[in-house]
């Protein structure tokens, strides 16, 4: 990666759309920019903290993080704000009102759509954010366009006293392309200024705003039809004319290059009389757009022809290759031949790291019967597949407190046996898990929480959270301890577990006692992600060849260091045919943390040389 | 190259094997020959052992960053079973440099799914002329594994339309940056990639520039 922090003006830079949006943010003077982490938004706040003469933060969520620019808006500094698609669900709170009072510093809401889902559990075209809370969007296409736009937005911000939304995809933050940077430029905050009847948002003072807040959208719609983001570009073969924004914008001009074209960059409100006159300069009209129709039903609703989703796909990824083939179709061409379908070949899930400490979680899990476990976002997310299968469910962010409680007082009698559980990690669980665990203490729920404290937002690449001890840059900072919270937040001090997620035996006899007694019980698992600093590799094991008997327990940790040397069948003294699988550890990979060693039942895999591996038993509070 | 022709580099594999660092080094040399870049990956959850691709695209103006199937120039194939996986998103009579080592997944090693049987001669079959050699082992030959990136873009090298060296220096400078240690090192990778492109090629002299 280029670094692009302290590149000079005007270079010629490789950057990510994340990238260019965070010089963008730098350049505007912008002086507070937050964030929750979240593929694909999270490099744009990690990039800014980068750079120098910001405040910069990773906030507990979405919602705190929105607030956060909110009063440094309010301050009047410039400020910004990042997060993908999921979010702005989590922010919208403050969103909906926040159209109502208003802005005076700049403010900037990057949001990243996961269109493709590569790494979310919904794909939401987040336009509809502005159809609802009546807010400009500005779409970019690329890098360059991401870095103009985000300046841009500042401007367009401050014109109207809102906040601007600007509209990233997947193909967007995570493409790298050529962009040209300017300078820096200061912009020392204006001040606060008391106005209850603007920010005190209490019926009264808030019925006033609702007005003002449907002019704004009138004077921007009109400002939408001039806007030079907004281009009609005439094209030479009129028996097609598109309407496209964001990436969907280049993938029209490579496969359709003389046909005319509305771009639309502020493409909310929608520019309405230019889409009119380029229906008027075509047969048909085709709106190409990610991923809901959003641009075609506002122009059916103006009563403009228009093709859309009727000939593409409704949800996932466009590309030149699916756009192509389908307007042949519609205007009557002949469609070149398909390339040659893929050749088949086996899945590869994302799998857990070796080593990782949630392989001794979801082993131990996988072991219990009876249970049923509801889970949550992040890498132990990963639970839920082979060879574990010892996850019920993945909602959203925190939700495996609640849905806990719920599979709790919703079971059925057919279910009475059954032991609730709840996995959660450290930084979703102070994300949204917190209220959650409240509510099943609270309303005395018999469930226990899992708390897998690995120090890191793990999915999203190790960044720190408030129980790391480090801040965004790394600094030092306060860190919460989460035994005492959650004793804090009602749950017996008796009922609270610190264990070492390499001790198995440790932790299913925790397991087993905590989900025994009918009361809300917290079991935090202690080691760290492997892939972040804290973590400590010790020496490899290896595979005895002679002594191993091919049970295969060691499989059923899931760690991507061991590997099959071969099957065998056998038939047992009691008839029955059972295959034996045995295993050989990666040396290069494996970090010695033990957690094979203690199913295997003969004892077959030893260190390469003997290492002592500090014991941390249950710690009593 | 002609005016508007668009060079399309496919390179792909898992995650951790420096698929995108591999790109982002290609991106970089076809930027400081003055091209138009983009580059795209998808790799979210990824780091945990995942399908990586990463699309490399240069030439005067780029506008899509995606490949499309049946338009990639070359493929630049970490894995073996991962490269005959993207096969299809190669042009006709376009080049595959690829690792033969394997990676053999869990859902494999537990017996769901089956490694494909020579991926090699499958490629060869689709029409794709295929340099394939065992990257891992020149990389252990000398001495780290992660050597293997480099290996590859030495691979690479003589199937571009610029010159290799500009690819090397490319290398080199990201080395020197960060790990001056490793510069040799890196060197040596590059050289015995190009090596082994060379030897790997079907029949003498067939492998020809984009």
Redesign the interface.
């Known amino acids: 990666?280029?670094a692009p922090q302290g590149a000079p003006a005007a270079s010629?830079l490789?950057m990510s759309g994340n990238e260019a949006v965070a010089r963008a943010v730098w350049e505007s003077g912008a002086r507070v920019a937050t964030a929750y982490p979240g593929?694909?938004s999270t490099e744009m706040l990690e990039t800014l903290a980068g750079y120098p003469d910001l405040y910069c933060e990773w906030s507990v969520n979405e919602k705190v993080s929105l607030e956060v620019a909110i009063g440094a808006s309010m301050a009047g500094s410039r400020a910004f704000c990042a997060m993908k698609h999921v979010g702005v669900n989590v922010a919208a709170d403050a969103l909906m009102t926040l159209t109502l009072t208003g802005t005076v510093g700049g403010l900037v809401v990057a949001i990243a759509d996961?269109v493709?889902l590569?790494?979310s559990q919904n794909e939401q075209d987040s336009r509809f954010w502005g159809r609802f809370a009546h807010l400009p969007i500005l779409e970019a296409a690329?890098s360059q366009e991401a870095y103009e736009m985000a300046l841009y937005g500042f401007e367009l911000s401050e014109l109207f006293q809102c906040p601007v939304l600007l509209r990233m995809t997947?193909?967007v933050c995570?493409?790298?392309?050529?962009v040209a940077a300017g300078h820096r430029v200061d912009r020392p905050a204006t001040g606060f200024v008391k106005d209850p009847a603007r920010w005190v948002m209490v019926p009264g003072n808030a019925a006033r705003r609702i007005p003002l807040m449907y002019e704004r959208e009138r004077r921007l719609r009109e400002f939408s039809e001039d806007s030079p983001l907004n281009v009609l570009h005439p094209g030479t073969d009129r028996r097609v004319g598109f309407v496209a924004s964001g990436?969907a914008w280049?993938?029209v001009?490579?496969a359709f290059p003389a046909s005319p074209v509305l771009k639309l960059g502020l493409s909310h409100p929608l520019a309405l009389a230019k889409a009119r006159r380029l229906a008027e300069m075509v047969e048909r009209l085709v709106v190409i757009e990610e991923t809901e129709p959003l641009i075609e039903n506002e122009l059916k609703a103006a009563g403009i022809d228009a093709h859309g989703k009727d000939i593409l796909p409704r949800f996932g990824?466009l590309?030149?290759?699916t756009i192509r083939p389908a307007v042949l179709r519609l205007i009557g061409e002949a469609v070149p031949e398909?390339?040659?379908?893929?050749?088949p070949?086996?899945?590869?899930?994302?799998?857990?790291?070796v080593a990782c400490p949630h392989l001794g979680v979801y082993y131990t899990l996988s072991q219990l019967r009876n249970v049923i476990i509801a889970g949550d976002i992040g890498?132990y997310t990963?639970g839920a597949g082979?060879?574990w299968n010892a996850l019920d469910s993945t909602i959203c962010m925190g939700a495996s407190m609640g849905m806990a409680l719920g599979l709790d007082k919703g079971r059925a009698a057919s279910d009475a046996n059954k032991k609730v559980v709840a996995v959660i990690g450290d930084s979703t669980f102070l994300h949204m898990g917190m209220q959650g665990l409240a509510d099943i203490t609270w309303n005395r729920g018999n469930v226990t929480v899992l708390i897998l404290d690995n120090r890191a937002v793990g999915?999203t690449?190790g960044q720190d959270n408030p129980a790391t001890g480090r801040d965004i840059r790394g600094n030092p900072a306060p860190r919460i301890d989460f035994a005492k919270l959650v004793e804090a937040l009602g749950v017996r001090r008796e009922r609270i577990r610190v264990v070492d997620p390499y001790q198995l035996p440790v932790l299913f006899k925790a397991l087993r006692e905590e989900t025994k007694i009918e009361e809300p019980s917290v079991i935090i698992t202690n080691q760290p992600c492997v892939?972040i600093g804290d973590y400590e590799k010790l020496n490899p094991y290896r595979v005895i060849d002679e002594e191993c008997t091919g049970c295969g327990n060691c499989?059923e940790v899931?760690c991507?260091a061991?590997?099959?040397t071969r099957?065998e069948k056998v038939v047992k003294p009691s008839g029955k045919e059972v295959e034996l699988?045995f295993a050989r550890i990666e040396t290069?990979a494996c970090t010695g943390c033990g957690l094979c060693v203690q199913p295997c039942a003969p004892e077959a895999i030893v260190h390469l040389a003997p290492v002592i591996k500090p014991v941390v038993p249950i710690r009593p509070l | 190259m002609n005016d508007d022709k668009i060079t399309n580099i496919l390179v792909c594999g898992i995650g951790g094997q420096g698929v995108m660092t591999a790109a982002d080094i290609l991106a970089e040399a076809a930027l400081r020959q003055g091209w138009d870049v983009k580059k795209t990956e998808v790799a979210g959850m990824a780091q945990r052992g995942g399908v990586v691709t990463s699309h490399v695209r240069f030439g005067r103006k780029v506008l899509s960053p995606q490949i499309g199937p049946g338009q990639a120039d070359i493929l630049l194939g970490f894995e073996i079973a991962e490269a005959l996986r993207w096969a299809n998103y190669v042009r006709r009579g376009g080049l595959a440099v690829v690792n033969t080592s394997r990676f053999v997944p869990p859902v494999v090693t537990g017996g769901l799914f089956e490694y494909p049987a020579d991926p090699v001669r499958q490629m060869r079959r689709l029409g794709l002329e295929v340099h394939a050699f065992d990257a891992a082992a020149t990389a252990l030959a000398l001495g780290d594994l992660r050597l293997g990136n480099t290996v590859m873009l030495g691979a690479i090298a003589e199937h571009l339309p610029f010159p290799a060296d500009v690819l090397l220096e490319c290398v080199i400078e990201r080395f020197r940056k960060r790990k001056p240690k490793l510069v040799e090192a890196n060197r040596r990778a590059f050289a015995d990639g190009r090596a082994a492109d060379a030897l790997s090629a079907p029949a003498p002299a067939a492998s020809q520039p984009v």
Request: aromatic share 4%; hydrophobic share 35%.
């Open positions: 990666m280029a010629r490789l593929t694909p996961d493709g590569s790494s690329d997947t193909r995570h493409v790298r392309a050529v990436p280049l993938h001009r490579e990824e590309a030149p290759a398909p390339a040659t379908e893929a050749h070949v086996f899945p590869r899930p994302p799998t857990m790291c890498c990963l082979h060879p999915m690449g892939l499989f899931g991507p061991i590997h099959l099957r699988m290069e």
